[in-house]
């Protein structure tokens, strides 16, 4: 039995329509493709990202906030959405597995993520949040937010950024593990875990979203994980993406990807966090990672499918 941590990303649940309902049909469908590890034996561990949702609920909160209502705070946000999310999965994997006649149990556990207070990701905000805007719509988004920092993310559109401190540890780990150990699914480190500072005996919360790719990485070396799997929207990583002589990586050894990562190659705030976590992973435990397609779980399994990364060189590392 292999101990598998999966992250799902943010963009994957929320692609056009940001209503509860069709996100609930989205993690519905991720996990009928989920079920499939803990039928293959596997041992599940989800994690999840919250890009599109904090956003989005930071224009809610902002949109009504009044002396009597006031707005949330961010790490506050990143709670909630670890609430919502957690619900839609913890509820669409339990039912998944009683209809494939497994008897598991399902737990969303609130994640609060370390981070230290003087990283320098609090001055240069990465983390893309919220839905895309339009070239055009730009200039009328300055005027109504402008203390907003907005970037192109990966040729898809604008989007606000906030700051992204990496993250030290995950505060709720060691439950984690006996959860894990108990033969339960649990859900963890929503949107990255809620960012938060140490002060003694206190947790004290920081306005900003941790990447879910790297904390993703830290629970699974901190559980033993034997792989950590990245589904996303695209069918692996690709070098020269969006390029004329694009080509996707079926297997890469960490040596040859990690020099694409310090060419900068990839594109920040999307496919460089998750290759970044994925070498960590490979590079700290000796196991693999895989960076593939939310739809092709079940070729992800037989080794079909995805980006495979890899501690060893791998001579031709290209599809
Ligand atoms: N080198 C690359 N290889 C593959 N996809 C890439 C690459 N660079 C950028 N992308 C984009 O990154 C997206 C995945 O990032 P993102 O949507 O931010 O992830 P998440 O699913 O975690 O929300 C892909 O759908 C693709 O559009
Ligand atoms: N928190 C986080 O990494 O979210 P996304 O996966 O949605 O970007």
Redesign the pocket.
């Known amino acids: 039995m292999a101990k598998i941590v999966v992250a799902v990303?943010?963009?994957?649940i929320l692609s056009k329509d940001a209503s509860a309902e069709a996100q609930m049909k989205a993690v519905k469908k991720t996990a009928k493709e989920l079920v499939k590890f803990i039928k293959n034996g596997d041992q599940l561990i989800i994690t999840h990202?919250n890009?599109p949702q904090v956003g989005n609920l930071l224009l809610q909160q902002n949109a009504a906030d009044s002396e009597a209502n006031p707005a949330m705070p961010l790490d506050t946000c990143g709670a909630m959405t670890q609430g919502s999310i957690g619900y839609w999965f913890q509820n669409a994997m339990k039912e998944e597995l009683l209809d494939s006649g497994i008897d598991k149990d399902v737990m969303a556990i609130v994640t609060q993520t370390i981070v230290d207070e003087n990283d320098p990701a609090f001055e240069n905000p990465s983390k893309?949040i919220g839905p895309f805007y339009k070239e055009a719509d730009l200039p009328e988004l300055k005027s109504m937010h402008p203390d907003w920092d907005v970037i192109e993310d990966?040729g898809?559109g604008y989007r606000r950024v906030v700051p992204s401190p990496k993250p030290l540890e995950i505060n709720e780990y060691a439950a984690i593990k006996k959860v894990v150990d108990a033969g339960i699914v649990p859900i963890v480190s929503g949107g990255g875990g809620i960012p938060v500072v140490r002060k003694g005996n206190r947790l004290i919360g920081k306005e900003a979203v941790i990447d879910?790719?790297f904390s993703a990485s830290k629970i699974a070396q901190l559980i033993d994980a034997d792989k950590l799997i990245i589904l996303?929207?695209?069918g692996?990583?690709?070098y020269n993406?969006g390029k004329p002589d694009q080509v996707e990586l079926k297997e890469v050894g960490i040596d040859d990807i990690q020099k694409h990562i310090d060419a900068n190659e990839?594109?920040k705030?999307?496919?460089m966090p998750?290759v970044q976590a994925a070498v960590a992973f490979v590079r700290n435990t000796g196991n693999p990672a895989v960076i593939g397609d939310l739809e092709d779980v079940q070729q992800i399994i037989e080794g079909n499918e995805g980006t495979t990364i890899v501690k060893h060189a791998v001579p031709a590392a290209v599809k």
């Open positions: 990303g943010g963009n994957a990202g890009g893309p990966s898809r879910k790719d996303t929207s695209a692996g990583v690709y993406y990839f594109a705030g999307s496919m998750k």
